[in-house]
């Protein structure tokens, strides 16, 4: 019976040391995304529950089309906070400016999508330390559009940003499927790597030949007008959110995502551009240049964006030299 015990407990003591190794081995860049996806499946839920209490709490900002909600606010707390606890020694950068407050506990999220530890990390991430990160964070991409009940416009925006590029990201729809009737499960969560690819979707073109535009709804101009016109679409798509513009170029819905304007920021592409080029799009400013996301960069895109799931040349080559002229990087 001893030494049935002593083997019970060198078995006991082999399984946490080995599980201690498992859990150790994982890279600080995998285990953040891990982190975040978990994160922004609590986010999805704070999102509807606020809808579902009734009282959105709108707060206008800069102006009439630049709100914030209880639901920006709260998903802000959770999401930074859930991080900066896991991830002490992260640059986080969120689009609200909040004053610092004690958190709610029932905002921390600690948990880790299992999943994702089981991808290998590409290899030119491996030696990431913590500190060489930054995270941006959009709470909730589409706010106008949230507050106005078009629901399948919002996404919560993870991104992870090193040496100025964005190489990881999560973006997180809480309304997914909420126009399948009441029987379906809402919302769902993308995440990709660069280098390991993009999931939680099913990856579609637009029919060759087609030039479908995905473009702003709130916050059009002269500019934003006459680009997208140059681009000599078949049809154009006036929707919200820079998330879900991204989105529908990775599942065919649209070819390109053209915004010749300077309102959009570094939160709302961040996470995005990690998507769209993970499974070989491209995303730039209205100029072609690569986008910097390193702690000191300016926050707003002020070269507007155009992104491609394919044949970004076509549309980098329509882009008016007025409009280039300006729009200054």
Known sequence: MESFSKSLLVNVYQRIYTGHIMASSHTVLMRLVASAYSIAQKAGTIVRHVIAEGDL???EKTCATDLQTK????VQMSICSSLARKFPKLTIIGEEDLPPEDVDQELIED????EILKQPCPSQYTAIKEEDLVVWVDPLDGTKEYTEGLL??????????YEGKAIAGVINQPYYNYQAGPDAVLGRTIWGVLGLGAFGFQLKEVPAGKHIITTTRSHNSQLVTDCVAAMNPDD???VGGAGNKIIQLIEGKASAYVFASPGCKKWDTCAPEVILHAVGGKLTDIHG?????NKEVKHMNSAGVLATLRNYDYYASRVPESVKNVLVP
């Open 152 to 161: 399948d416009n919002v996404t919560v925006l993870i991104g992870i940003a």
């Open 289 to 293: 240049n690569a986008l910097q996301y």
């Open 57 to 59: 709490g709108i707060v």
């Open 111 to 114: 948990g880790q999508w299992e």
């Open 236 to 238: 154009v798509l006036r």
């Open 71 to 74: 639901a920006d606010r709260l």
